[in-house]
């Protein structure tokens, strides 16, 4: 079963500083929804509230229908919310296999230690070894597979191709499909645009907290882009 | 020579003992815990108070006993008083408040109980003894270091090889990205806060029943502990262990060439360790 997200009215603050202002937008169900902007647009930090790592919000945002409270990860978790975080963030004292245990409490569903080894297969023969004993690519597999393991609903990927070989990055995508095709509904940050927009059904661009452009990416063209990206006109 | 190596494990694992719930607290929670001291004495206190209550109770009851009521307080403590200061940014804060429930403990014990000396009776356990090579030994202190070593490798299994420990290591790591997978961080903190007064009380029953201890034990314990996990390693069992073993080696053989040196030479041979730690450059590690 593929899950919807609603996001309405959300506005987000880092203490007296508002990260987010009045923020909308729907991903459909089964889709890939990429979110773009320059640095410090507010990508992540919808990222991380939607994880619950940010408690200061308002608004509203639900999961098929049922409301996500403010502030609690463990909540989100359950709700069917999981996140690849920028930087991998993998527990360094855990071996990759522990690292995949770890979240698979969460929820009941398709991904386990044998399925994510399937999406991944060279983790197999790296499931006794540390993060650090890794390469990039390689910890951000484990970092897609440890979010899978909590079997979400919606997978949210921080900055999924940053500091990858474009090898690499091919092979995180194409697992991407293939995650999506599992029905998992996919939204993604990536700084690039162009690889974001073509693997995304709907796109929407942030600047300076606020969506500046909402629609289906096969409609985004450079000039759009750049209004939406920089504020400037062409 | 065996005798003194005897000795000096026996006490060595007994310190391990004392920081291994300070470590464990540290290092997990990043809480500096200074009622742990208290926490040791109270589970001393709780021994000696089941062995009031039911005379003749078997050992192993004993300790059972001693560990799950401080156990139990400890994991109250942290979900009522802890949890709630470790929200705080600083953490002066969660340290404050420890030191006052250190207060609070240690008048307890004195309003309820006095403020005399009391050891933990262990019947014929006391005088018996063994030879070894020659050498007679006592049965208590084998016991003693049996008992350290078994929590020592209990820990061990708990912290590497069960689920439990898997989501301690994990929040240890990265609290935020542990709830994120669905691990419910407070109840963590709760079960390692648990586990940490357990081991204190433990350590304890172990101390009360090779020495009288009083209500204001507590501050010299704390001092031992620190000791032991500054040079072990924040939240390293082994390490906590091997340092407990070589702060106790240190205690014997100085008392053999220096009968009326006390702790001396453990809070020497601490210094000395932390120097040529600094001079390595292990320090900063």
């Given at each position: 079963m593929t899950s919807s997200l609603k996001i309405e009215g959300v506005s987000a603050w880092y203490g007296e500083f508002r990260a987010l202002s009045d923020v909308s937008l729907a991903v459909e169900p089964g889709q890939t929804h990429a979110l773009i902007g320059a640095n410090g647009a507010g990508k992540s930090t919808l990222m991380k509230l939607l994880c619950g790592l940010i408690p200061h919000w308002t608004g509203r945002i639900?999961?098929?229908?049922?409301?996500?409270?403010?502030?609690?990860?463990?909540?989100?978790?359950?709700?069917?919310?999981?996140?690849?975080?920028e930087g991998r963030l993998l527990f360094d004292s855990l071996t990759i296999e522990e690292n995949l245990l770890i979240g698979?409490?969460?929820?009941?569903g398709p991904w386990n230690m044998t399925t994510l080894l399937a999406l991944f297969p060279i983790l197999r023969e790296k499931r006794r070894q540390y993060p650090a004993q890794l390469s990039g690519g390689q910890q951000q597999m484990v970092a897609i597979a440890r979010a899978l393991a909590s079997n979400p609903a919606i997978l949210l990927c921080d900055e999924i191709s940053l500091g990858l070989a474009p090898a690499v990055v091919r092979e995180v995508y194409a697992a991407l499909d293939r995650v999506r095709a599992e029905g998992v509904t996919v939204v993604l940050v990536d700084q690039d645009i162009e690889r974001a927009c073509r693997d995304a059904a709907a796109v929407t661009c942030l600047m300076k907290g606020r969506v500046t452009h909402r629609g289906p990416a096969a409609g985004v063209t450079p000039t759009t882009l750049r209004e939406a990206y920089f504020g400037v006109r062409a | 020579m065996i005798e003194i190596l005897f000795q000096g494990l026996t006490l060595g694992g007994l310190y391990g003992m004392i920081g291994a719930g300070l470590a464990l607290n540290f290092g997990i929670l990043r809480v500096v815990n200074l009622a742990h001291g208290e926490l040791i004495t109270l589970g001393a206190f709780m021994a000696v108070g089941l062995i009031v209550v039911q005379p003749g109770l078997?050992?192993?009851?004993?300790?059972?006993?001693?560990?799950?009521?401080?156990?139990?307080?400890?994991?109250?403590?942290?979900?009522?008083f802890v949890e709630r200061a470790m929200s705080f940014r600083d953490p002066m804060v969660a340290m404050l408040v420890t030191f006052g429930l250190a207060v609070m403990i240690r008048n307890g014990?004195?309003?309820?109980?006095?403020?005399?000396?009391?050891?933990?009776?262990?019947?014929?356990?006391?005088q018996a003894g063994f030879r070894f090579f020659g050498v007679s030994l006592g049965l208590l202190p084998l016991v003693t270091l049996g008992i350290a070593l078994l929590a020592f490798a209990a820990l061990a299994f708990l912290i590497f090889r069960t689920r439990f420990g898997r989501e301690i290591r994990?929040?240890?790591?990265?609290?935020?990205?542990?709830?994120?997978?669905?691990?419910?961080?407070?109840?963590?903190?709760?079960?390692v806060a648990a586990l940490s007064a357990g081991l204190a009380a433990l350590a304890g029953v172990l101390l009360a029943m090779r020495a009288s201890v009083s209500p204001f034990s507590g501050v010299a314990h704390l001092l031992i502990a620190f000791e032991v996990v500054v040079l072990g390693g924040l939240g390293a069992i082994r390490g906590v262990l091997l340092a407990g073993l070589f702060l106790g080696m240190v205690q014997v053989i100085g008392a053999r060439f220096d009968p009326n040196a006390g702790l001396l030479y453990v809070h020497m041979a601490f210094f000395v360790a932390l120097a040529l730690r600094a001079a390595t450059g292990r320090l900063k590690a």
């Open positions: 639900e999961l098929d229908g049922k409301p996500l409270p403010p502030g609690n990860p463990e909540a989100a978790a359950a709700l069917g919310l999981a996140l690849v975080p698979q409490s969460a929820r009941p | 078997p050992l192993p009851l004993v300790l059972a006993g001693a560990f799950l009521g401080c156990a139990v307080l400890g994991g109250f403590i942290q979900a009522v014990l004195i309003e309820t109980l006095g403020a005399d000396l009391r050891g933990l009776d262990v019947g014929g356990l006391g994990a929040v240890s790591d990265r609290p935020e990205i542990a709830a994120l997978m669905g691990v419910r961080v407070k109840r963590v903190h709760m079960g």
